[in-house]
């Protein structure tokens, strides 16, 4: 090909880089190995010139998406606060003035310090997207607070506590399909960002392969647009559709009854006896160990008695004289009921009866028929050895577009039975657990609510209770938790419930805060529900004139649209100038095969006076005298976070890091070593062990596999143990609500107790959808994050913001030409709580009775370091104006939180509404009121290398 003479002559091999920095990629949540170009610029300083995937990097092995190669922008972006700010205007306006750190951390210790002395948990402190939550956990502990949370009570906690409280892990960190066996691959649910890179190289396998691959969820973007076949259900009916699957399976028989023998609790012996205090729970030996009926010996015996095989479908006479009958008994009554027929969900789930009959035998046909074996020989726990290794080649894996409903955990519960059913759990070609996982429910920590001044709370804030003993309540049944998390509102909330932090504090409900301390979380703008009225809790006065919440204290990178409402900033630095650590004791980036985690580190100096905020707390932690940051004579005991993550011991021989302790030759337990984070950053910024191979497989039950977590410091003992089909935590609060036991639930909230903690995985109406009139409000609405974008974070992304700089309402086209609306149109939707106006566009991939749109993109007039104009400001809109935290009033005179009530996760997705066409006008309506931007605004061309 010949050049024409006017053309500018390229430059083929330009001078990328002085040096080339290995270190993680935070665009997203997925942990990227990258390589980091970086060149000598103008001024002396190391610049970033290009970033591009790490080859050798266990996550990625090379792969970069376009958010990762944008992470140039986002660390030259021009929302980057530059200085500590201190609010010298009213809330929320954004007027700040500058102040030097050293008054930063005064102030910070000033406030904190006198809480700490008196009422410790008046500190609410939650975090958002950050990856360093067991230090920032542990600094909460530490204060003394029980107010501490992350992002996991609005994300998806639904799908991590369903599958711990099921099967001791649950999918994304802590599993993963066997993406080389797998046949048939089924995706709930997951949103493009979610796990992106990985999935992408999985899919990209499978269909190598020629996998079939299904994805389930009401919009056909991303991963579902490439499936090979598309079921476009109506939201909030995921467990339903699941449900009949399993229907099918029982009524034809197709279920793996020696898996579930073996591996699950469908043999153990239930305590048949209504309307008793024992109803329901497991009959137990003097040991308190489960019981079953052996086959072979026609006794009562222990579940994990040596070569006994249970019974599951007898009952048998305990020997008080109640009946016993197995798990399996009660799962076939449960399923093949025909509220579960395919003909009686169809409808409801916008799937027909003759699909899900296909899919049934599919997943059957798949599982059963087409098994696969790898020949590797194997021992369980109980020493029996086993020549071989027989898979179930299905898998599946979900996410928040099926958690983030106020059925959700039972959703997630039902998705788990399905795969157990097949057989396809931790065998080839199934889902696998990635290191730390699998841990049964009694390995996690109970949650710890009791607070002193001056003093650590006595354990953990967040945890799995086994019961309502375990319920964070005072004496006078009130709530120990600002969020009310363990409490009868949500008893298994294990992540907290961060959507509900600020209207209880506004309210003073249960009580009164003083501070309010966030860090990285934008819970002004996208990430609360009632995005209005929030701004209005967090600028509300008493009587006096005073602030409901006296101080606020946000840490963050940008300027979003939370800064402005914080009476002090702390900025942060972006991702490429802070060590990090994606730990094993936190969110690790493990494979099934290897366990693996990985730091960041400073690749550039910051060009501003900002500080990592790991490094910024463990310093507060230190003016405070919380005593796991300060040495023996109460003196700073780290130096920053990097010298945290080297000689931090959660336990002795346990720190953030696994590999290269002791004397560099140790992996996994090992005394601290100085040199840690050094060796890390010559191995490419991780660090990874392969799992022995007759460990690979069957993990919960291989005894190779425990023998080995227990050398990696992984647990501290074996413990073997078996899925947990029929949930007796959630029995007991059942019978608690029926009236039984010590500890006893309000009276106003049995009902909805007995209702909605079905021992078995149920399907039951979401709670807004149930409170509406359908005719007033028929449609569904949903967001969708899309893959080139992650939060709000890319809005500010000079080159992502092109993808994505306004979001339209994409309209199904029969909804559409009801409302009589065409590309371009207006359109006016409205729920229970508000409306919105905003630009429309026709689709055909999505389900007919569904509205939706992309996640995050409308931005407020002056966040973001947007010029005036910006797109999204005046075209991009946000649906979280239509979502309220409460349920519409029932009458009773009571709100109920919009949250699923096991665990209480913010039921996004239960948004209902109408649509009807509008005047188009001048901007999204709600229009948002202008902040000052304590940045000012990005210039009209950003450009890096000399070049836009
Ligand atoms: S998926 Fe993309 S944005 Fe996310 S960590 Fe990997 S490269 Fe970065």
Not at 804 to 827: K, Q, R, S
Request: hydrophobic share 40%; net charge negative; charged share 25%.
């Amino acid at each position: 090909m010949t050049r024409r003479r006017d053309e500018p002559a390229p430059d083929l091999s330009p001078h990328m880089a002085d040096e080339v920095a290995q270190t993680t990629c935070y665009m997203c949540a997925c942990r990227c190995g990258i390589d980091v170009f970086l060149k000598q610029g103008a001024d002396g300083r190391k610049q970033v010139s290009y970033i591009q995937g790490n080859r050798d990097h266990p996550k990625n092995r090379g792969v970069l998406c376009a958010k990762g190669s944008a992470g140039i922008m986002q660390h030259l972006s021009p929302a980057r606060l530059r200085k500590p700010l201190r609010r010298n205007g009213p809330r929320g306006s954004g007027e700040f003035e500058e102040i030097e750190w050293e008054e930063a951390l005064s102030l910070a210790t000033e406030w904190l310090g006198g809480i700490r002395e008196t009422d410790p948990k008046r500190l609410a402190f939650f975090t958002g997207r950050d990856q360093s939550q067991s230090l920032t956990s542990l600094w909460a502990q530490e204060f003394g607070t029980p107010n501490y949370a992350a992002h996991g009570g609005f994300c998806s906690v639904n799908m991590a506590a369903a599958g711990i409280y099921t099967m001791g892990g649950a999918f994304w960190e802590f599993g993963a399909p066997d993406w080389e066996r797998a046949k048939m691959f089924m995706l709930f649910g997951v949103a493009e960002d979610h796990d992106s890179n990985p999935i992408k190289l999985g899919l990209s396998r499978l269909k190598a392969r020629g996998a079939k691959i299904v994805g389930v969820n009401p919009v056909r973007t991303g991963y579902n647009a490439i499936a090979d076949e598309w079921v476009g259900i109506t939201p909030g009916t995921d467990g339903l559709f699941v449900l009949a699957l399993v229907h099918e399976l029982f009524g034809t028989g197709r279920v793996d009854v020696a898996y579930l023998a073996r591996y699950t609790n469908a043999g153990w012996l239930l305590v048949d006896a209504p309307g008793t205090a024992k109803h329901g729970l497991f009959a137990r030996d003097a040991d308190g160990k489960a019981l079953i009926l052996d086959r072979k010996t026609g006794k009562l015996v222990a579940w994990d008695t040596p070569g006994a095989v249970p019974e599951l479908t007898v009952d048998v006479t305990l020997p008080d004289g109640r009946t016993g009958r197995p798990v399996f008994q009660r799962m076939a009554a449960a399923y093949l009921a025909e509220d579960y027929a395919p003909e009686a969900v169809a409808a409801r789930c916008g799937v027909t009866a003759a699909t899900i009959r296909r899919l049934a035998a599919e997943l059957a046909r798949v599982a059963f028929e087409e098994e696969i074996v790898v020949e590797r020989p194997w021992t369980d726990w109980l020493g029996r050895r086993h020549d071989r290794m027989v898979g179930r080649p299905v898998a599946f894996h979900a996410m928040r577009g099926i958690s983030a409903h106020s059925n959700g955990f039972q959703t997630c519960r039902a998705i788990h039975l399905l795969q157990i059913l097949l057989g396809s759990v931790e065998c080839p070609g199934g889902f696998r657990f990635k290191p730390p996982y699998p841990k049964p429910v009694e390995a996690h920590p109970k949650p710890h609510g009791d607070t002193h001044p001056c003093a650590p709370l006595p354990g953990p804030h967040l945890g799995f209770p086994a019961g309502p003993e375990d319920l964070l309540l005072e004496a006078d049944g009130s709530a120990q938790r600002i969020d009310k998390a363990f409490t009868w509102d949500a008893p298994l909330a294990v992540h907290g419930m961060m959507h509900m932090v600020i209207a209880n504090a506004a309210e003073g409900d249960p009580y009164r805060i003083d501070t309010l301390f966030l860090y990285m979380a934008n819970m002004a703008w996208n990430s609360s529900m009632n995005t209005g009225g929030t701004a209005e809790m967090l600028t509300r006065a008493d009587d006096k004139g005073d602030y409901v919440i006296p101080h606020i204290i946000y840490a963050d990178a940008y300027s979003s649209e939370t800064v402005a409402y914080a009476d002090l900033v702390l900025p942060d630095t972006t991702y490429l100038e802070r060590h990090d650590c994606i730990s094993l004791l936190d969110r690790p980036i493990s494979e099934p095969d290897s366990l693996a985690d990985a730091i960041r580190w400073p690749v550039v100096d910051p060009d501003r006076d900002v500080r990592g905020f790991q490094s910024v707390l463990i310093e507060l932690g230190a003016r405070l005298g919380l005593p796991a940051f300060c040495d023996a004579e109460g003196g700073p005991k780290y130096r920053d976070y990097a010298d945290y993550m080297a000689r931090h011991e959660r336990r002795p021989g346990i720190g953030p890091l696994a590999g290269w302790r002791g004397d560099g030759t140790q992996h996994g337990r090992g005394a601290p070593n100085p040199d840690q984070v050094a060796r890390y950053r010559e191995n490419g910024g991780f660090f990874t062990a392969e799992i022995p191979e007759e460990a690979q497989f069957f993990k919960p039950w291989n005894a190779a596999y425990q023998d080995w977590a227990v050398e990696m410091g992984l647990i501290d003992r074996p413990q073997p143990y078996v899925f947990q089909l029929w949930s007796e935590p959630l029995q007991k609060f059942r019978l608690a609500a029926e009236g039984h036991g010590e500890h006893q639930p309000p009276d106003h909230l049995r009902a909805r107790i007995g209702d909605c903690f079905s021992p078995l995985p149920a399907w039951y109406p979401p709670f807004e959808e149930a409170a509406l009139d359908p005719a007033a409000y028929p449609l569904h609405a949903i967001t969708q994050r899309p893959a080139a974008m992650y939060h709000s974070w890319g809005s500010q992304n000079a080159w992502l913001r092109q993808i994505h700089g306004e979001n339209p309402l994409y309209v199904p086209n029969e909804v559409a030409d009801a409302a009589g609306l065409a590309d371009g149109d207006w359109a006016r939707v409205t729920s229970h709580h508000g409306e919105i106006v905003v630009p429309v566009r026709r689709t055909g991939a999505c389900n007919g009775h569904t509205l939706w749109t992309w996640n995050a993109i409308g931005k407020r007039k002056g966040a973001w370091a947007l010029r005036p104009g910006a797109p999204e400001t005046t075209k991009g809109f946000l649906m979280n104006h239509l979502i309220h935290e409460l349920l519409p009033p029932k009458g009773d005179g009571r709100r109920w939180t919009n949250s699923d009530p096991v665990t209480g996760q913010a039921a996004w997705f239960d948004l209902r509404v109408r649509i009807e066409k509008a005047e188009a006008p001048a901007e999204s309506l709600p229009a948002s009121t202008p902040q000052r931007s304590p940045v000012g605004t990005g210039p009209d061309d950003l450009t890096y290398g000399g070049k836009p």
